[in-house]
């Protein structure tokens, strides 16, 4: 049985294990107030291109995005989200817990635009009985969306001009981030999220790691505190180090072709993807949605997903019509190209 | 440099390094509901002599607590904690970011008594004003303690037996359970730690694993819906076989000596802790405290202080009086038996 | 200027003030320890038809819905409302202050349905990744709704009927209760809200009080220290028997025509209402949603509104077409016949 | 029976209900945006001697420290307050359900002393550790204090320096405000309050009102968004005025002796405990604290106490030694010359 099921079916990079065997005896200091965290820190900087940033190393997505919006709203303040974003489905209310409502904003294909941001704080503020409602107190993207969609530079490069003018913090939510950035169509670099953002995240844990998400803090008056915050959410790792020496390996570049390691893993995902994508395609099948990224959303029948579940796990979504189904298939850095191979040929078969 | 600051410096058993890698790449399902997690509960609950608990894999102490402790308490009740419990001091509020007060009870040697747990609680519903105060709802100690003591089992019962009286769940923290278990003068097992709690965890990250703590609910009432509040805790991990193996290879017997290896761990660390202590006694220094475990507490002068930071690392907690300082060395499953032959040559010539 | 702003423009029946005035140096407990709440309770109960139900006194609505709706739900566990509910929308999110999600169905005219809270909890509990979202663990509904329509006793029952299935409680924020129960075509008395809900609140700020709203729980697992919870909402009033002494009033018979103060009072209200919505459409006015209680909603011109803002207090809510919009007149309790009286008078003018 | 019981025993000053009656049928907007509200604002600053200073009307004394500290703190900050402070023994919690830890320390006399706080904060950021505890957010004190002593204005200017020295704000809990000032020795005035926090309020509930506390802000960082948060804790009266119009008539000048009513009501409620002090000090009773203000604290033995029940009412607080009992004999504005008198014959009997 091959999975396609999901980006975290296995385990990390081999140079990852490698290295945390290699350093296992090094002591160090606790809390990820040690080197390998230090020179992680550096080598993430140094990718974004921002020299003054704050980087944190967090363990899960969950965790990190109630962790960065907790640090930034006051009480009255919401998180404006669009309603299929990850903070307003899928992390059983950790925002809600820590007292904020995620203002849900109807998007299409998983995206919020700068007019739906602007228009929604904007109203606010214009209401003569906003007291009474959640003032909207930042903007929440995924890149890449839940829907695999990505931002363009000049629609991020809008949102972060509303958020601006409207002093409301522009937080991207990177747990797929690199499967968004080596996206063919994309035109939005490490740079551009780290200038067009308030703070952001770079997830580990879907692109090459055990596990293991790094929060980039742009925007000076976001910093202050974050770690005690950190703590407050059960989101600081004893032996940080783990973290610092994922994203060192990570973060360096890679001895083969020179490239950083995460942004090659991230590229292996959705090359794999994008063969699966054109096999369906070529195979006459109706592709679902507008993903460019390492999720394809694939309509299929009943006896079609019978037969490829014999051989493959993905996952069947819903119901479109009769005896229509939308199914994921979902490939990672470590999708072999021998078992899509085997999808591929078998995806012939069935059409 | 030789470091005695924590027990947290290194990595992970080699077993466990070794187990990640040769499991690397199998394809699993996320969120711990894969067969290490499955298998590593079925060894924790046999080695607690429980058929029936549930076992949970979380990644870190804080989080564990407040997890547990949010599970369980309705809004208007608190956690009994001895006034030195992590809890009290070193979460930065994580309970109270719950939305629960710690009723803190001023203990001795970090613990409290059964007495003291039933004054609070037999106090507070005596008052016609309870309803204006926090309400007594579960009672949490640390084993072993902060400070490095450990509970008798006649301690434990009692405790447990005023629990049950009210009907108040008893929580042990177990983040160092290990090396408490594996003291010498202790008379409790891992199955009187089962019998003797409603909830208790195992901690991994102190005791051989990277990361990882094992919570196992042994009372029907408080196993429901458990894993919604991990998630919204951000306490389920992704890829929940990184901790299903770590526990696999911690509960499993060791090769050479057919003990379960997490003891092996714990018992080393005792082991050179109590190498430590005596070489401090033999050389007249003065202990403090009651420690029977991996961290021990001596008085040293400034001289003496200066004289071994050369060469090791260690806490200096307090001054307790002119030129004596309160200090802690402590021990791991990590540390190496020839640098504390180092250290203990070395006091006896600052003594 | 007469005002049809809303229904708290006024202070209290006059019957409340002179009790308040009677009773003022009389000596009673405090925290709704008192005869007067004891009393109150009493008169409730009876006018509910239920023996054995819980009667609470509190402050004013908000305080009230979080009080109730924290009471009852866990931490990973939200309230199913209507998008338009009060809790969704103009509490300034306490609801999620609180922890809690607010599931928002949307609804038509104010009401959800049986059947989207049937598809609602069943379709979380078939999901497979149900833990990785919020639980629904209660139902809200508002009687009459903020758009001032009613549901009817079959729609009520069919609600309680998939409530009682799921063991989800349904909880009836009664702010305008009043109101909803004296509409003419409202075939819902009290005693069907207690019999058909699990609490509900009874609300007196709206309906004939200075402040005030009785919590009314008729489902016993949900008594369980309440009052801890209201104490620490800040909803336990010290003097609490200025809110028992305003109940009693109001759930006393009145004396001229034997009815029970509050529905008089509520009545009066409705028939104003009536007045109004009729001389709109006797003039030809296009009236909007099926309000049936006092808030009427109707469409007006520019010109018709500035002329009619000449004497009177409205709320224009926003535009619907080109020189339209919606607007709401309000009546109380306290609206003077005369004043109606006058606005007909002008109604008739400007059309 | 007549009781000595608390301060809320009563309803409010006559002057108080006549108003309510006058202008019971004005129509006024809602949420405290009417003409009382402000008429009262201006009154109260004129009063404090700050013509910039925010003023918020609340409703009681639980919820208005709930709704001001939960406005100041981030959330890894904790308030520091005596241990005795109501908000850490007698709201049930109210600081915690808003996610911050109070920080007790354990003062003389109800009152904590400038060192005090200054070493807790001072201590905290040099601890190398901090990020692991709460972090200190601001002070808390009350006056007068739970147990009736109050501070001098050395003691609150030395308060207030430490606070403005660490940038941490001072808040001043009023409940009782009045008795504070209108005790004898006190050498502290409604200015020097207003000059010597930042933030505090002036309790009506216990000093002649039905209910109402009235906030303010000083401090312009800390008024930002104030209403919001209001609203999210229930805080905001839908009839506003009646909070108004109640502090416009405590804030206007008596007329018979030109004194702020609210004073004249403290001044009485202190001249009755007084004599009643002096009642049990000529009778030789031992006093048990330092009360100056309308809480007296008294030991008594059983007969005494069985005695005195008989015709009044008062709290036993709790045994100090064999057959002694303290007692607490609490007055206020509306205690009863002649009662009084009837209480101090009594006094001159039993003993």
Chains 1, 2, 3, 4 share one sequence.
Request: charged share 20%.
């Amino acid at each position: 049985m091959v999975y396609f099921e999901c980006d975290y079916t296995e385990g990390a990079l081999p140079e990852i294990l490698q290295r945390l065997h290699d350093t296992n005896f090094e002591q160090t200091l606790g809390y990820g107030e040690d080197e390998h965290c230090a020179r992680a820190a550096q080598l993430i900087k140094s990718a974004c291109g921002v020299s003054d940033a704050d980087v944190h190393f967090l363990v899960g997505g969950t965790q990190t995005n109630s962790t960065v919006i907790n640090s930034i709203l006051r009480p009255h303040q919401g998180v404006i989200a669009c309603s299929s974003g990850h903070i307003n489905v899928h992390e059983t209310g950790a925002i809600e817990a820590c007292g904020h409502k995620v203002l849900a904003v109807c998007g299409e294909d998983g995206k919020i635009t700068a007019a739906q941001a602007d228009d929604m704080i904007s109203g606010h503020f214009a209401d003569p009985t906003a007291e009474h409602m959640v003032q909207p107190g930042m903007v929440y993207i995924s890149f890449p969306t839940e829907t695999g969609t990505i931002y363009s530079k000049a629609e991020l490069a809008a949102i972060k001009q509303v958020c601006g003018r409207h002093g409301v913090p522009l937080f991207i939510d990177g747990a797929r981030l690199g499967y968004g950035l080596m996206a063919e169509s994309c035109d939005v670099t490490l740079h551009d999220i780290a200038e067009l953002s308030d703070v952001f995240y770079i997830g580990g844990t879907k692109v090459g790691a055990l596990f293991g998400e790094a929060v980039v803090i742009t925007n000076n008056n976001l910093k202050k505190d974050f770690r005690y915050i950190m703590k407050q959410h059960g989101a600081m790792l004893a032996k940080g180090r783990i973290l610092g020496i994922q994203f060192e390996v990570l973060f360096e570049k890679d001895e083969d072709n020179g490239n950083i390691r995460y942004f090659n893993a991230a590229k292996h995902g959705i090359d794999q993807a994008m063969r699966i994508r054109e096999a369906f395609k070529s195979a006459g099948a109706e592709m679902s949605g507008k993903s460019v990224t390492n999720q394809q959303f694939v309509i299929l029948n009943e006896k079609q997903i019978n037969k490829l579940s014999e051989k493959y796990g993905f996952e069947v979504w819903e119901s479109v019509k009769e005896n229509s189904y939308l199914c994921r298939f979902c490939t990672s850095w470590a999708s072999k190209a021998e078992n899509v191979d085997k999808l591929i040929a078998d995806i012939k078969i069935i059409f």
